[in-house]
């Protein structure tokens, strides 16, 4: 969420700035709501005012025997009291239309974000490892995949399109993944570990800006409440509407949860195989920092999701996005990319945001600095620690034996009991 104080104090620096990501101008319109929500809120507060001082004025004026005044009193008052509820439901809806304006504007990018409209226009910024060489041609996952345990068709059967059942060898690759990647961000990065709610309120997904905008991509049960697109919602909604102690910050939360997407924008893209479902798992990292520390913070956050795929010996790049392919409440993202041979090419497979204050003000997330008085936006970061599938697909298709079979890379040998060898179920 924006500060229209802010908008309204450099309405062309505004504007400026959101026509780096495609929106047209807009402050013009913002300001010109804003005063007149101001406007008629100060008329409100006057007359409201006066219709009190004239209301006491007029026991002064019965007291006093003074019956004209206190007739003339009374008819002010009466002509007050009907003409303040409209004033008063006027500026209400001023001030509605404003905030549905702010509320769907994305957050405006850092300086150091490229300009472009697409993928295409994303900024390699680093590159590790090597992608591996092959004796025979290597295969994707999902011819790879199914003997070992990813049972597409049944999936399928069960629940329809994007949806896999997975089993055996699979599963516990999958199983092993995940808390590889949670043991590695605790033990490791200092992050605290959660279990958060995969069911939350409205109010949860507007402060991390899946609502109003995007509520096509989510799923929403009969109660009134919404599936989770990723725990980024949940663990950034622990401090809603709190004011923290500078001594407190950072915090640092990690989970593992279930996910769930319905991939409304993205028909016909990656229908096969385990890339794009609509449930799946994925650990994700949140950090809530002082705004003096969120850019050492960023590249924290996104060091330690490399250090996974480090670990894994998976060849990766980061990438910076550019203007018009960052997400809506990002203010510069990096995404990693895996090295996936059967595609040959590079996939994402992590993506870590700083949001600024731009979260924070939409949930009302403040601190105190140490020796002020006032309160301050907190920033808010957000990142994968990977997705759990995504990583899945990329080990079986790096480590993938010509007879079908996968290796498991060293560090996951103690998650699977010793287990060296993916192999088909006979």
Same mark, same amino acid.
């Given at each position: 969420?924006?500060?229209?104080?802010?908008?309204?104090?450099?309405?062309?620096?505004?504007?400026?700035?959101?026509?780096?990501?495609?929106?047209?101008?807009?402050?013009?319109?913002?300001?010109?709501?804003?005063?007149?929500?101001?406007?008629?809120?100060?008329?409100?507060?006057?007359?409201?005012?006066?219709?009190? !001082?004239? %209301?006491?004025?007029?026991?002064?004026?019965?007291?006093?025997?003074?019956?004209?005044?206190?007739?003339?009193?009374?008819?002010?008052?009466?002509?007050?009291? /009907?003409?303040?509820?409209?004033?008063?439901?006027?500026?209400?809806?001023?001030? *509605?239309?404003? /905030?549905?304006?702010?509320? &769907?504007?994305?957050?405006?990018?850092?300086?150091?974000?490229?300009?472009?409209? *697409?993928?295409?226009?994303?900024?390699?910024?680093?590159?590790?490892?090597?992608?591996?060489?092959?004796?025979?041609?290597?295969? !994707?996952?999902?011819?790879?995949?199914?003997?070992?345990?990813?049972?597409? !068709?049944?999936?399928?059967?069960?629940?329809?399109?994007?949806?896999?059942?997975?089993?055996?060898?699979?599963?516990?690759?999958?199983?092993?993944?995940?808390?590889?990647?949670?043991?590695?961000?605790?033990?490791?990065?200092?992050?605290?570990?959660?279990?958060?709610?995969?069911?939350?309120?409205?109010?949860?997904?507007?402060?991390?800006?899946?609502?109003?905008? =995007?509520?096509? *991509?989510? @799923?929403?049960?009969?109660?009134?409440?919404?599936?989770?697109?990723?725990?980024?919602?949940?663990?950034?909604? &622990?401090?809603?509407?709190?004011?923290?102690?500078?001594?407190?910050?950072?915090?640092?939360?990690?989970?593992?949860?279930?996910?769930?997407? %319905?991939?409304?924008?993205?028909?016909?893209?990656?229908?096969?195989? @385990?890339?794009? /479902?609509?449930? =799946?798992?994925?650990?994700?990292?949140?950090?809530?920092?002082?705004?003096?520390?969120?850019?050492?913070?960023?590249?924290?956050?996104?060091?330690?999701?490399?250090? &996974?795929?480090?670990?894994?010996?998976?060849?990766?790049?980061?990438?910076?996005?550019?203007?018009?392919?960052?997400?809506?409440?990002?203010?510069?993202?990096?995404?990693?990319?895996?090295?996936?041979?059967?595609?040959?090419?590079?996939?994402? &497979? %992590?993506?870590?945001?700083?949001?600024?204050?731009?979260?924070?003000?939409?949930?009302?997330?403040?601190?105190?600095?140490?020796?002020?008085?006032?309160?301050?936006?907190?920033?808010?970061?957000?990142?994968?620690?990977?997705?759990?599938?995504?990583?899945?697909?990329?080990?079986?298709?790096?480590?993938?034996?010509?007879?079908?079979?996968? %290796?498991?890379?060293?560090?996951?040998?103690?998650?699977?009991?010793?287990?060296?060898?993916?192999?088909?179920?006979?």
């Amino acid at each position: 969420m924006h500060d229209i104080r802010l908008i309204r104090d450099d309405p062309a620096a505004f504007d400026a700035a959101l026509a780096r990501r495609g929106v047209a101008p807009i402050a013009a319109e913002l300001v010109a709501l804003d005063e007149r929500h101001r406007s008629l809120t100060t008329e409100a507060q006057v007359a409201l005012a006066r219709r009190n !001082e004239a %209301s006491k004025a007029i026991g002064a004026a019965k007291a006093a025997k003074d019956e004209a005044t206190s007739a003339a009193l009374m008819q002010e008052v009466a002509a007050l009291k /009907q003409r303040l509820p409209a004033i008063e439901a006027e500026a209400k809806s001023l001030g *509605d239309a404003l /905030q549905e304006r702010l509320a &769907i504007l994305p957050n405006v990018p850092l300086p150091d974000v490229p300009e472009g409209t *697409d993928e295409n226009d994303n900024v390699i910024v680093a590159e590790h490892g090597t992608p591996p060489s092959f004796p025979f041609a290597p295969v !994707e996952h999902n011819v790879l995949g199914p003997p070992l345990g990813l049972d597409f !068709e049944t999936g399928a059967a069960m629940s329809g399109a994007r949806f896999t059942l997975v089993r055996g060898a699979a599963a516990k690759l999958h199983r092993a993944l995940g808390q590889f990647m949670l043991d590695t961000l605790s033990d490791r990065h200092g992050y605290e570990q959660v279990v958060p709610p995969l069911l939350v309120r409205d109010e949860a997904l507007f402060g991390t800006g899946q609502l109003p905008k =995007f509520a096509e *991509d989510l @799923f929403h049960t009969t109660d009134g409440r919404w599936l989770i697109p990723t725990a980024e919602v949940s663990l950034t909604n &622990i401090i809603a509407n709190s004011i923290l102690s500078e001594a407190e910050l950072p915090l640092r939360f990690a989970a593992l949860t279930a996910c769930f997407r %319905s991939e409304a924008g993205a028909a016909g893209r990656d229908t096969r195989g @385990f890339i794009r /479902q609509h449930q =799946f798992e994925k650990v994700e990292m949140v950090s809530i920092v002082p705004p003096h520390a969120s850019e050492a913070e960023h590249e924290r956050m996104t060091a330690c999701a490399e250090s &996974i795929l480090i670990a894994l010996d998976l060849p990766f790049r980061r990438m910076k996005l550019c203007t018009g392919d960052m997400g809506f409440t990002g203010a510069r993202t990096y995404d990693l990319e895996v090295w996936l041979p059967g595609q040959d090419r590079y996939r994402e &497979i %992590s993506s870590c945001s700083t949001c600024t204050d731009f979260q924070a003000r939409r949930m009302n997330a403040r601190y105190r600095p140490e020796g002020e008085k006032g309160t301050r936006f907190v920033h808010t970061l957000n990142g994968s620690g990977l997705a759990v599938g995504r990583t899945l697909v990329a080990v079986l298709e790096n480590y993938q034996q010509e007879n079908g079979t996968v %290796s498991v890379p060293d560090v996951l040998v103690p998650y699977l009991g010793g287990m060296t060898l993916l192999e088909p179920a006979r």
